[in-house]
């Protein structure tokens, strides 16, 4: 079955960076389109970034600080995240699915998550 498996998460200070990983079982290609969400306690999940066709797009928020790739013969997507703040501390997931261009920051247009990885940024 379609399996998502989130790892690099972690406790960093103010300023640091981090690094997340996502495999994915199956080809990677079954999957037009991979992204990050996050979700910080009593928060909605937000979009972070998202990988589609060959082409990237980050939230307007985090453009500068954050870079998303996706390696497909790894089955891998990453998510690159420098000079972290504290309010960067929630759940990140890693989510695949087909969501039409404009919808890609809709949460909702996703099927398949993984379970999740935790970024905590101290201050």
């Known amino acids: 079955q379609v399996q998502l498996v989130e790892s690099g998460g972690g406790l960093v200070q103010a300023g640091g960076s981090l690094r997340l990983s996502c495999g994915v079982s199956g080809r990677a290609s079954r999957f037009p389109t991979m992204a990050w969400f996050r979700q910080a306690p009593g928060e909605e999940r937000q979009f972070v970034a998202a990988?589609?066709?060959?082409?990237?797009y980050v939230a307007d928020s985090l453009r500068g600080r954050f870079t998303i790739s996706r390696d497909n013969a790894k089955n891998t997507m990453y998510l690159q995240m420098n000079s972290l703040k504290p309010e960067d501390t929630a759940v990140y997931y890693c989510?695949?699915?087909?969501?039409?261009?404009?919808?890609?920051?809709?949460?909702?247009?996703?099927?398949?998550w993984g379970q999740g990885t935790q970024v905590t940024v101290s201050s």
């Open positions: 989510a695949a699915g087909s969501p039409i261009l404009s919808s890609l920051s809709d949460s909702s247009m996703y099927n398949n």
């Open positions: 990988a589609r066709l060959g082409h990237t």
